[in-house]
């Protein structure tokens, strides 16, 4: 940590550790931007069609929870996405609170287009790591993530 920083050696290593997890993740998500941009898409609208695309219609709370956002970010990316032709919105029975997403032609024809780039873009970033290493990782992140 910083020279001015002076907390005990757990405190050190919980920052320390902090730190080099936000920039790395911040390195992954610079790979993940690209080609989204060219595409006109935010981080927030591609993981909304890419979740349409691999999943098939979900009620708005589902896709929220699904791509770790909440239901207000959600409207917002889905009222744009909806704008541009790429999803579509449709009340669920006679509740009027339950809503799907479901993604239009256009839409599949888009994240089918800029999918394997992002795939290979993604792989090539992860790849600085070794298979055993990503296991690790992924393994960490999940006890980050969920506290077990």
Partial sequence: ???NFKGTAAEERALSA????????NTAMSYARVGLEEAS????????????YHVGPLNLGDLARRILTSNGNLTLVVDNLEKRGLVRRKQQGQDKRVVMATI???GRRLIAGI???HVRRITEVMGRLSPADLEELGALCR????GE
């Avoid at 006890?143 to 969920?146: D, E, P, Q």
């Fill in 143 to 146: 006890k980050l993530g969920t």
């Fill in 18 to 25: 902090y730190v080099k997890l936000a920039r790395a993740a």
């Fill in 104 to 106: 239009t032609a256009a």
């Fill in 115 to 117: 999918f394997p780039g």
């Fill in 1 to 3: 940590m910083g020279r």
């Fill in 41 to 52: 898409l935010s981080l927030g609208q591609f993981a909304v069609l890419e979740a349409l």
